[in-house]
């Protein structure tokens, strides 16, 4: 296991580029699942989720080469309709995989994935998804099987309970290659959704709504392999670009257009930062101590996101005044606060709402990153403390951002990846 020794004080200056989005390129390597030929990706981020998506498909018996930035599939050989829970276990996105595998095959076999504990997440809907386009499932509390009876040339129409960004993906996955037209209402409309979609529809599928709550897909029989460059990660961009308003200094993101931001940007500027956007970058001044938001509210895109609010909460921890947070999607988004309040904030939570009552100091503190984001909120208010901070539970930042520790050095911090003993 590794750790981040970080010594903070020191503003930040300079530019991060900004990569392929994780949220993206998921559901994008399962759908290479579904194509004739080779699906070929650029702009890809260096993840250990990627890491863990790769061997999936490798595990399945897919082809697959990696060149920098771009990483290649060709599934065309792939015969295994089941991927073993030691595997789904590794990340929530596992459950992509399922679904492309049960789109190609009719039929597979596996158990609950894992990923971050941000509280209950069932996979119901997932579930109601693989019904509604006539999968029987069969399985107990944690194994599952299901398969397709028929692939019946009909009309489906269905509504998710809630506007899922996975079961909105899988959703996709399933109807594209199901003969017939398939509507889902209340879908989620989040940019990396319509990132998947433009790839499909390159590689031949016909699936119109991007973007709104109403998708409508047309069954093809094939797909063909296509090249497709990945949409860069807004919530590495706006991480990085909140890094300056914990330590101060000057950071500009390239790579990443604002309207991927357009729900942080207000927040910002009612904190005092100066913010300043042009053609795909964005750069953010701290010039003093920040004001505080006046409330937080998170909601499905393009509503504030969810998984920008606990870095937002860091900078709260050090902002003249209080704010009020209240996250709408996961139960347990405030994993970081116990470590946070170690070194010397004062936040109240109250279920899923928490108030950030600013310090014009924090210091180092011996934390743990218990999820990805609660892990990127604890460096950055590191990266404003007095003193040392040790920061353990690096393999969950590592699932979402590139070697983080050498960004931050670049742009002047004190930042150290070791061994722990």
């Given at each position: 296991?590794?750790?981040?020794?970080?010594?903070?004080?020191?503003?930040?200056?300079?530019?991060?580029?900004?990569?392929?989005?994780?949220?993206?390129?998921?559901?994008?390597?399962?759908?290479?699942?579904?194509?004739?030929?080779?699906?070929?990706?650029?702009?890809?981020?260096?993840?250990?989720?990627?890491?863990?998506?790769?061997?999936?498909?490798?595990?399945?018996?897919?082809?697959?080469?990696?060149?920098?930035?771009?990483?290649?599939?060709?599934?065309?050989?792939?015969?295994?309709?089941?991927?073993?829970?030691?595997?789904?276990?590794?990340?929530?996105?596992?459950?992509?995989?399922?679904?492309?595998?049960?789109?190609?095959?009719?039929?597979?076999?596996?158990?609950?994935?894992?990923?971050?504990?941000?509280?209950?997440?069932?996979?119901?809907?997932?579930?109601?998804?693989?019904?509604?386009?006539?999968?029987?499932?069969?399985?107990?509390?944690?194994?599952?099987?299901?398969?397709?009876?028929?692939?019946?040339?009909?009309?489906?129409?269905?509504?998710?309970?809630?506007?899922?960004?996975?079961?909105?993906?899988?959703?996709?996955?399933?109807?594209?290659?199901?003969?017939?037209?398939?509507?889902?209402?209340?879908?989620?409309?989040?940019?990396?959704?319509?990132?998947?979609?433009?790839?499909?529809?390159?590689?031949?599928?016909?699936?119109?709504?991007?973007?709104?709550?109403?998708?409508?897909?047309?069954?093809?029989?094939?797909?063909?392999?296509?090249?497709?460059?990945?949409?860069?990660?807004?919530?590495?961009?706006?991480?990085?670009?909140?890094?300056?308003?914990?330590?101060?200094?000057?950071?500009?993101?390239?790579?990443?257009?604002?309207?991927?931001?357009?729900?942080?940007?207000?927040?910002?500027?009612?904190?005092?930062?100066?913010?300043?956007?042009?053609?795909?970058?964005?750069?953010?001044?701290?010039?003093?101590?920040?004001?505080?938001?006046?409330?937080?509210?998170?909601?499905?895109?393009?509503?504030?996101?969810?998984?920008?609010?606990?870095?937002?909460?860091?900078?709260?921890?050090?902002?003249?005044?209080?704010?009020?947070?209240?996250?709408?999607?996961?139960?347990?988004?405030?994993?970081?606060?116990?470590?946070?309040?170690?070194?010397?904030?004062?936040?109240?939570?109250?279920?899923?709402?928490?108030?950030?009552?600013?310090?014009?100091?924090?210091?180092?503190?011996?934390?743990?990153?218990?999820d990805l984001r609660a892990g990127a909120?604890?460096?950055?208010?590191?990266?404003?403390?007095?003193?040392?901070?040790?920061?353990?539970?690096?393999?969950?930042i590592d699932r979402g951002y590139e070697?983080?520790?050498?960004?931050?050095?670049?742009?002047?911090?004190?930042?150290?990846?070791?061994?722990?003993?």
């Amino acid at each position: 296991m590794e750790a981040l020794i970080i010594r903070g004080g020191n503003p930040l200056y300079g530019d991060v580029p900004v990569y392929g989005a994780k949220n993206s390129i998921l559901p994008l390597l399962a759908a290479s699942l579904l194509v004739k030929g080779e699906s070929t990706f650029e702009n890809c981020p260096k993840l250990s989720d990627v890491d863990t998506s790769v061997d999936i498909l490798r595990l399945l018996g897919a082809r697959v080469e990696i060149n920098e930035r771009t990483i290649t599939v060709c599934a065309d050989e792939v015969e295994s309709k089941e991927i073993p829970c030691d595997w789904m276990s590794k990340m929530r996105g596992s459950i992509l995989f399922f679904g492309a595998m049960l789109s190609r095959f009719d039929e597979g076999k596996s158990c609950r994935p894992g990923g971050c504990p941000l509280g209950e997440r069932p996979v119901d809907l997932h579930l109601f998804v693989m019904e509604q386009m006539g999968f029987s499932v069969i399985g107990c509390e944690e194994d599952f099987c299901c398969k397709r009876a028929e692939k019946k040339d009909k009309k489906r129409k269905f509504r998710l309970r809630i506007p899922s960004v996975g079961a909105t993906e899988n959703a996709i996955l399933l109807a594209v290659l199901t003969p017939g037209e398939t509507k889902i209402e209340n879908a989620a409309r989040e940019p990396e959704i319509g990132d998947l979609i433009a790839f499909l529809n390159k590689a031949g599928a016909k699936i119109s709504g991007a973007g709104s709550k109403t998708l409508k897909i047309e069954g093809v029989s094939s797909l063909k392999g296509v090249r497709h460059r990945v949409i860069s990660d807004r919530i590495a961009a706006g991480t990085y670009l909140l890094a300056a308003g914990t330590a101060g200094g000057s950071v500009t993101v390239k790579g990443i257009d604002e309207s991927l931001l357009r729900a942080a940007m207000p927040p910002l500027r009612e904190a005092g930062f100066l913010v300043e956007t042009f053609p795909a970058e964005i750069k953010l001044t701290r010039k003093s101590r920040p004001l505080p938001f006046s409330k937080l509210s998170t909601s499905p895109y393009p509503g504030f996101p969810t998984d920008l609010l606990p870095q937002f909460m860091a900078v709260a921890a050090y902002a003249h005044g209080t704010t009020l947070f209240v996250d709408n999607v996961f139960e347990n988004r405030f994993s970081h606060v116990p470590d946070l309040e170690q070194g010397g904030a004062e936040i109240d939570v109250a279920g899923n709402v928490a108030l950030v009552y600013g310090k014009e100091k924090l210091f180092g503190m011996h934390a743990k990153a218990k999820d990805l984001r609660a892990g990127a909120a604890l460096l950055l208010a590191a990266l404003g403390a007095e003193g040392e901070t040790v920061l353990t539970g690096v393999e969950h930042i590592d699932r979402g951002y590139e070697r983080i520790e050498e960004i931050f050095c670049t742009l002047g911090g004190d930042v150290k990846r070791q061994k722990e003993e």
